[in-house]
């Protein structure tokens, strides 16, 4: 029997939660930073310390998942026990019965992507440069 892998096929992605949704009474979500299979990321204000965050939501379609549930809270408190400049802070996890998440350090820049595309347009260059 195979596992699934993904959210069911066929449906929208109805866990987006809107802008202006208020999580734990404190994160107000402002806007969605990333999404993939298994959760969302979004950039939130935390109205108790006054400071911009990122929230890691778990998607709707794993909420019945013990064993993910298990792993998404492991990955809070494995990220939670490293200090290091080039590593995002762990700051809260809630698990709301309808909502999982992380509340992690907010990190305003680019992307990784936009980084990757930066650098391979500047190999491309390299490359062609050298060829002459």
Do not use: C
């Not at 992605?13 to 949704?21: E, F, K, L, N, W």
């Not at 929230?55 to 809070?76: C, H, N, P, Q």
């Not at 309808?98 to 990784?112: K, T």
């Amino acid at each position: 029997m195979s596992q699934q892998m993904g959210p069911p096929t066929g449906q929208p992605p109805s866990d987006r939660i809107p802008a202006g949704t208020v999580l734990g009474g404190r994160y107000h979500i402002e806007d969605v930073l990333g999404a993939g299979g298994m959760a969302t990321v979004y950039k939130a204000e935390d109205a108790l310390l006054r400071r911009i965050v990122a929230v890691k939501v778990m998607a709707d379609w794993l909420r019945g998942d013990e064993s993910y549930a298990r792993r998404f809270i492991e990955e809070a408190q494995s990220a939670a026990r490293l200090n290091h400049p080039n590593v995002v802070q762990v700051y809260d996890t809630e698990d709301e019965g309808d909502r999982r998440y992380i509340v992690m350090e907010f990190i305003d820049g680019r992307s990784l992507k936009e980084y990757l595309d930066e650098v391979a347009i500047l190999d491309e260059r390299d490359a062609s440069t050298s060829r002459s």
